[in-house]
C-alpha cells in the first residue's frame, strides 16, 4: 500500500489556468507537508499542516492554498498559473507535530509543467 | 538551523563502502543530524539520523564526530541501486527540515 500518495503525477497546463494537486497519507500521521523541487533540484518546504492547521507557510504566493479537509489530505490548489510554477512538487507526512520529527515521508511527486 | 557542507559528487564500486562526508561546523547542541537521500525521479527517502552517538540501523551508519563538527554516513555494501542524491540536514527538534544541494552518490558496477 502506498503511503503518501499524490495524484496527478503529471500535469502539464496553460499559463493563467487554475489547478489542484491531491495529496493523501494512510500512516496516521498528524502533520503533512509540501515541498518545491524545481529545475535546479532545490527542495523547498512551502507548507506545513498539524492537524488541519496551518503552521509553516514559507514565501509563497498567495496563489498558492493548501486546503486540509481533515489530517490524512493536503491537497494544493495554484490559481493564475505562471511559468516559473513549473516543478515537482512533493507531499509528505510525518509523526507529531510540525517539526518535532525529522523522519519524513515523501511521496513521489507530482511533476507540473505550465506552457 | 545550521548550514551543511557536502561534496558535490562521489563515486563508489559495487559493494565496497561508501561513505559520505558532512560538515556542519556551526551546529548546535540541540540539533540533530539527519541523511536523506533522493533517487532519481522519486520522492526523498529517510535514511537516518542522529544526535551525539553513532547509529545504525538496516540502510546505514552514521558516525558523529565527538565535537559535533562533521559526520559520515556509511553504506557499508553499495549497490546500484544506492546511487542517488545524498543529503545531510541539521535541524533542532522543532526546526524545518530544509534540504542542501546533497551528493551525489554513483556506484559503478
Known amino acids: 500500500d502506498t503511503a503518501v500518495s499524490q495524484t496527478p503525477k503529471y500535469l502539464v497546463t496553460q499559463m493563467g489556468n487554475d489547478k489542484s494537486i491531491k495529496c493523501e497519507q494512510n500512516?496516521?500521521?498528524?502533520?503533512m507537508y509540501w515541498y518545491k523541487q524545481d529545475s535546479k533540484k532545490f527542495l523547498k518546504i512551502m507548507f506545513s499542516?498539524?492537524?488541519?492547521?496551518?503552521?509553516i507557510n514559507e514565501t509563497v504566493p498567495n496563489r498558492f492554498s493548501p486546503k486540509s479537509p481533515d489530517k490524512a489530505h493536503l491537497n494544493l490548489h495554484i490559481n493564475s498559473l505562471e511559468l516559473g510554477d513549473s516543478a515537482v512538487y512533493f507531499c509528505?507526512?510525518?509523526?507529531?507535530?510540525?517539526?518535532?520529527?525529522?523522519?519524513?515521508?515523501f511521496g513521489e511527486g507530482s511533476r507540473l509543467t505550465v506552457l | 538551523d545550521a548550514k551543511t557542507t557536502q561534496p558535490p559528487s562521489m563515486d563508489c564500486a559495487e559493494g565496497r563502502a561508501a561513505n559520505l562526508p558532512c560538515n556542519h561546523s556551526?551546529?548546535?547542541?540541540?540539533?540533530?543530524v539527519y541523511w536523506y537521500r533522493q533517487i532519481h525521479s522519486q520522492g526523498p527517502q529517510y535514511i537516518i539520523h542522529?544526535?551525539?552517538n553513532n547509529e545504525t540501523n538496516e540502510m546505514a551508519s552514521l558516525i558523529i564526530t565527538e565535537d559535533r563538527k562533521s559526520s559520515t554516513l556509511i553504506l557499508p555494501h553499495a549497490t546500484l541501486r544506492d546511487t542517488a542524491v545524498y543529503y545531510c540536514?541539521?535541524?533542532?527538534?522543532?526546526?524545518?527540515?530544509?534540504f542542501g544541494q546533497g551528493t551525489i552518490l554513483t556506484v559503478h558496477p
Open positions: 499542516y498539524n492537524n488541519k492547521e496551518l503552521i
Open positions: 542522529g544526535l551525539k
Open positions: 509528505a507526512s510525518s509523526h507529531g507535530t510540525s517539526g518535532e520529527s525529522g523522519e519524513l515521508f
Open positions: 500512516l496516521g500521521h498528524d502533520t
Open positions: 556551526t551546529i548546535s547542541g540541540n540539533e540533530y
Open positions: 540536514i541539521v535541524k533542532t527538534s522543532y526546526g524545518k527540515l530544509t
